[in-house]
């Protein structure tokens, strides 16, 4: 085998690692997340482990990585068919961030709603990619915040999305679809210049 195709597999194979800790982040939060059991659904043996990683913290850290990146792109792929429906940006980002959907989500969603309580009891390291994965959900909205908003009304609509998607979780069902109904209804009030 070339080098080329051993790298090209080594990559894959870590892609596939990645995928199988972020599904467990969202699902089954930081304790949650074994070694043994990411590696087993990554398709790959337990003693791989270590070709790609140097501890469980690493893999963790890469894994809120990933899953950000990968919640980022699901919601942008959502908000653009809002998009195309006539929606703002900013509409379509509550809309969609703020849906049942989402709030169903265990593959795909927001690494910070799904993990924001524990993250604070975490490695330092894995706080500090925490914290990169909010000020990434703040400059989202901030780009999409007309421009007179003050430059904390960011941070304040991001916490409040974050924070109704874990309550909304918390609630399920009915109770949780009219607490996102609601939030969805201020905040395009309150923030979206057409509504």
């Known amino acids: 085998m070339s080098q080329d195709a051993r790298q090209l597999r080594h990559q894959l194979s ?28 990554a398709g790959l043996t337990h003693g791989g482990f270590y070709a790609h990683f140097a501890s469980r913290e690493a893999l963790l850290t890469a894994a809120l990585d990933h ?17 195309r429906e006539g929606m703002t940006p900013l509409r379509a980002l509550f809309e969609e961030y703020l849906s ?5 989500a265990d593959d795909g969603g927001c690494p910070v709603a799904a993990l924001g309580s524990e993250l604070p009891r975490t490695d330092a390291i894995l706080r500090v990619a925490a914290a990169q994965r909010v000020r990434a959900l703040v400059e989202t909205v901030r780009a999409l915040l007309p421009p007179d908003h003050p430059a904390a009304a960011a941070a304040t609509v991001a916490a409040t999305m974050s924070g109704a998607l874990q309550m909304a979780r918390v609630l399920g069902g009915d109770g949780g679809s009219a607490l996102l109904r609601d939030c969805r209804a201020t905040l395009i009030e309150r923030y979206d210049r057409t509504a």
């Open 67 to 83: 899953a950000g990146r990968q919640g980022t792109e699901h919601l942008r792929t959502r908000m653009a068919e809002r998009l």
């Open 14 to 41: 870590h892609e596939r690692i990645l995928d199988a800790a972020a599904r467990a982040l969202r699902r089954s939060g930081i304790a949650g997340v074994g070694v043994a059991e990411v590696m087993r659904q």
């Open 100 to 104: 049942e959907a989402h709030m169903a």
